[in-house]
């Protein structure tokens, strides 16, 4: 049998570096986050995504990716057999494009920032069908390299399971009306979180939003509309935050943001940007465009003995001297 080349070496030894990495209680991205960041080291890309297919099985959207910026991002989405991804998916077969200008199945994203002139694209597969696609760019003709190709092969031949479980444990803590995590995903998640902080002595902060005169908008609207600014909101708040920070739906119209290696000063700082950039977007409703504002709590833990139910306490208690003082202001607890 003949021994294995330095090259062959290097990506067994990262694949086994991403699946010994990944923490059962840390974000639900982090090994599809790994993946995108090695296949653009390993193929010398300038971007890449991980897609894989929503709920309705005809749609590919990004749960990973690197070098793309945050407005590039979330608007990575595909329907089946739309553009190279969703032919790829389709078809299940692998592709390298050199020159993309040439080949009519490529599809810009609204949204396009990046230069995009060549593209390798696979497909993800388990023994229950198609789950994505990985697809790496870059702002050079001719990048992609059938040696490329093997070691994306050899990444998604690994990783395509433990993905596909990520896919449906994220599904199972997601809230189905906002997209956000639910209340099972902080259970399990912020008290990692405190758990590493104290681990490592690395900073841990919060974000308590909240709606403001949210009943009026039920009061006034009904309850669609108020479902349509409870998602506008989410949705303002996923776009806003890093990847690194997860948005859970803690109640009606309030949110919490978990913040990881974050310190008070920071944290506070975000809260504001959060405040004052959602005061002045419109969020679409089925009774036109209303703009809300919200408060906001920004805590971090206590005492090195304080626990995630203390720190929730401490939170939502200052959240109601925010109400009290009048809204639409960030408030520390």
Request: proline content about 5%; aromatic content about 4%.
């Given at each position: 049998?003949?021994?294995?080349?330095?090259?062959?070496?290097?990506?067994?030894?990262?694949?086994?570096?991403?699946?010994?990495?990944?923490?059962?209680?840390?974000?639900?991205?982090?090994?599809?986050?790994?993946?995108?960041?090695?296949?653009?080291?390993?193929?010398?890309?300038?971007?890449?995504?991980?897609?894989?297919?929503?709920?309705?099985?005809?749609?590919?959207?990004?749960?990973?990716?690197?070098?793309?910026?945050?407005?590039?991002?979330?608007?990575?989405?595909?329907?089946?057999?739309?553009?190279?991804?969703?032919?790829?998916?389709?078809?299940?077969?692998?592709?390298?494009?050199?020159?993309?200008?040439?080949?009519?199945?490529?599809?810009?994203?609204?949204?396009?920032?990046?230069?995009?002139?060549?593209?390798?694209?696979?497909?993800?597969?388990?023994?229950?069908?198609?789950?994505?696609?990985?697809?790496?760019?870059?702002?050079?003709?001719?990048?992609?390299?059938?040696?490329?190709?093997?070691?994306?092969?050899?990444?998604?031949?690994?990783?395509?399971?433990?993905?596909?479980?990520?896919?449906?444990?994220?599904?199972?803590?997601?809230?189905?009306?906002?997209?956000?995590?639910?209340?099972?995903?902080?259970?399990?998640?912020?008290?990692?979180?405190?758990?590493?902080?104290?681990?490592?002595?690395?900073?841990?902060?919060?974000?308590?939003?909240?709606?403001?005169?949210?009943?009026?908008?039920?009061?006034?609207?009904?309850?669609?509309?108020?479902?349509?600014?409870?998602?506008?909101?989410?949705?303002?708040?996923?776009?806003?935050?890093?990847?690194?920070?997860?948005?859970?739906?803690?109640?009606?119209?309030?949110?919490?943001?978990?913040?990881?290696?974050?310190?008070?000063?920071?944290?506070?700082?975000?809260?504001e940007r959060l405040r004052s950039s959602l005061a002045i977007t419109p969020l679409r409703?089925?009774?036109?465009?209303?703009?809300?504002?919200?408060?906001?709590?920004?805590?971090?833990?206590?005492?090195?003995?304080?626990?995630?139910?203390?720190?929730?306490?401490?939170?939502?208690?200052?959240?109601?001297?925010?109400?009290?003082?009048?809204?639409?202001?960030?408030?520390?607890?």
């Amino acid at each position: 049998m003949a021994s294995e080349t330095p090259r062959e070496r290097e990506v067994l030894l990262e694949i086994f570096r991403m699946t010994q990495q990944v923490d059962p209680g840390g974000s639900l991205e982090q090994l599809p986050e790994m993946v995108a960041t090695a296949a653009c080291r390993f193929t010398r890309a300038d971007s890449c995504a991980v897609l894989v297919f929503d709920e309705t099985g005809d749609t590919l959207r990004r749960v990973a990716s690197h070098g793309l910026n945050p407005t590039e991002r979330d608007a990575t989405v595909f329907r089946l057999g739309e553009g190279i991804a969703g032919w790829v998916a389709q078809h299940g077969k692998p592709l390298a494009v050199p020159d993309v200008r040439e080949d009519p199945r490529f599809k810009l994203i609204p949204a396009q920032e990046t230069e995009i002139l060549s593209m390798g694209c696979l497909p993800l597969r388990t023994h229950h069908g198609p789950l994505g696609v990985i697809s790496v760019n870059s702002r050079r003709v001719g990048t992609f390299t059938p040696a490329h190709m093997d070691f994306l092969t050899s990444i998604a031949a690994t990783i395509v399971t433990d993905i596909d479980n990520s896919r449906l444990y994220h599904m199972a803590v997601t809230d189905d009306l906002t997209g956000a995590y639910s209340r099972q995903y902080l259970a399990e998640a912020l008290p990692a979180e405190i758990r590493r902080h104290r681990r490592y002595r690395r900073p841990l902060a919060v974000l308590l939003v909240d709606a403001d005169h949210f009943a009026d908008i039920n009061d006034s609207h009904g309850v669609e509309v108020g479902d349509a600014v409870v998602t506008g909101l989410a949705e303002h708040l996923i776009v806003s935050v890093r990847e690194v920070d997860a948005v859970v739906r803690f109640g009606g119209d309030e949110f919490l943001v978990i913040m990881p290696e974050t310190a008070m000063q920071e944290a506070v700082a975000m809260a504001e940007r959060l405040r004052s950039s959602l005061a002045i977007t419109p969020l679409r409703t089925p009774a036109g465009e209303l703009t809300i504002t919200a408060s906001v709590v920004v805590g971090e833990l206590g005492s090195p003995d304080e626990e995630m139910g203390g720190l929730l306490e401490r939170v939502d208690g200052a959240l109601q001297a925010a109400k009290e003082a009048g809204r639409n202001q960030v408030v520390v607890a």
